[in-house]
């Protein structure tokens, strides 16, 4: 696996921000493309657009430095060592998305639920070309195993350190990029056109990416060997703790939004 893609010089493409670029160009275009969904024209895209990317970014920064790295202590000794802060979470990303859509809808009066549904499709998309950038930064490792697709990471440089260099592992990220591009598939050519036309009410899309990835992740961090994060409640790791939140929170949205559909009628 390659974390320098190449040098030119002093000049060093780091995979990590390349495929973070190519994850954000593909949800962007895809919110774009079905931008008529959430009654969006040009200027009201582009006011979404902005704040949600510096949501989404804030949330994964957020996230990072309170539950992984070691909590916020450390973190924030490490940031002022290095004059720097690296990290970022999915599950953090996702949740800035999501409540900056819904201030976007608060202070501007855009369907939230409707937007909802493109960040249901969006963001499997965007997290299968990040999890490839994962795969050759060597972060988000799996565990060490014998199976016969096991890889090895043997870049100093890469994000595995220590015991685990060198050592077969679970492709865990390539795992997360499949079981995304699965959920991405089932959410937008299953979900999402019984929502446009009606079938389905708005924000199905959304609260069925909420379910599908939190059980895919759920799973799939008992694979996981890199940072499980500070809280851990019966031994899950953050992110499974958080899965089984958001299953909890979308199942109280669907029955709560339904409620109100009916209401309506």
Known sequence: MRPILFSIGSIQLLAAPLFAGLAAMASARYLHRYRAHAELDSDSFWTLMVPLAVGTIAGGLLLYFFAYGGGPAKNWALMLERRRFVGGAFYGDLTGATLTAWAVWRLKGLPFRRVADLIGGAAPLGLAVMRLGCFQH????????????????????????????????????????????????????????????????????????????????????????????????????????????????????????????????
């Open 138 to 265: 060597g972060c988000c490792f799996g565990t060490p195993t014998d199976a016969a697709w096991a890889v090895a990471f043997d870049d100093p440089r890469s994000a595995i350190k220590g015991s685990l260099l060198g050592v077969p592992i679970h492709p865990l990220q390539l795992y997360e990029a499949v079981a995304a591009g699965l959920i991405f598939a089932a959410v937008h050519f299953g979900v999402f056109p019984r929502v446009r036309d009606g079938r389905l009410p708005a924000g199905a899309s959304f609260l069925a990416f909420i379910v599908l990835y939190a059980v895919a992740r759920f799973g799939l961090d008992f694979l996981r060997a890199s940072d499980p994060g500070i809280i851990r409640p019966f031994g899950l790791t953050t992110a499974q703790a958080i899965a089984l939140a958001s299953i909890a929170t979308a199942a109280y949205l669907w029955k709560d939004w339904a409620d109100r559909d009916a209401r309506r009628r």
